[in-house]
C-alpha cells in the first residue's frame, strides 16, 4: 500500500494565496498522474487539476488561470499553488495517485490523501 500525506491547507483572506503539497510514502514503480480534488459540504467531488507522467496538465475551468500544479518526480510529490483565492474555493482538497506499485501489476490503482482543508474568508 501506499499513503498520501498532504499539507499546506488553511485559512486565508480572499485574493490570497495557499501551497498545497502531498508526498507518496514509498517509491512508485510506475506514476500515471497525480492531482487534486475537492469537495465542498453538500456537493459532489470534483477535479481540481492533474498532471500525467508526461507533465501534461488539465484544470477545472473555475481555477484556470489561478491554480497551478506541478511535480517532483524523485520525490513522488505533486503541489498545487493556488492564487487569488475566492470563497467559493472553500472545500477539502484531495490529493490522488493513479499507477502501479509493482512492475507485475497490469492495471492503474487509484489512492487518495486524507484530505486537507482550505477555507477562504470573504
Known amino acids: 500500500q501506499v499513503q498520501l500525506v498532504e499539507s499546506g491547507g488553511g485559512l486565508v483572506q480572499a485574493g490570497g494565496s495557499l501551497r498545497l503539497s502531498c508526498a507518496a510514502s514509498?517509491?512508485?514503480?510506475?506514476?500515471?498522474?497525480m492531482g487534486w480534488y475537492r469537495q465542498a459540504p453538500g456537493k459532489q467531488r470534483e477535479l481540481v487539476a492533474v498532471?500525467?507522467?508526461?507533465?501534461?496538465?488539465n484544470y477545472a475551468d473555475s481555477v484556470t488561470g489561478r491554480f497551478t500544479i506541478s511535480r517532483d518526480n524523485a520525490k513522488n510529490t505533486v503541489y498545487l499553488q493556488m492564487n487569488s483565492l475566492k470563497p467559493e474555493d472553500t472545500a477539502v482538497y484531495y490529493c490522488?495517485?493513479?499507477?502501479?506499485?509493482?512492475?507485475?501489476?497490469?492495471?492503474?490503482?487509484?489512492?487518495w490523501g486524507q484530505g486537507t482543508q482550505v477555507t477562504v474568508s470573504s
Open positions: 490522488n495517485l493513479r499507477g502501479r506499485l509493482y512492475v507485475w501489476w497490469l492495471n492503474d490503482r487509484d489512492y
Open positions: 514509498r517509491s512508485i514503480y510506475s506514476i500515471t498522474s
Open positions: 498532471i500525467t507522467n508526461g507533465d501534461s496538465t
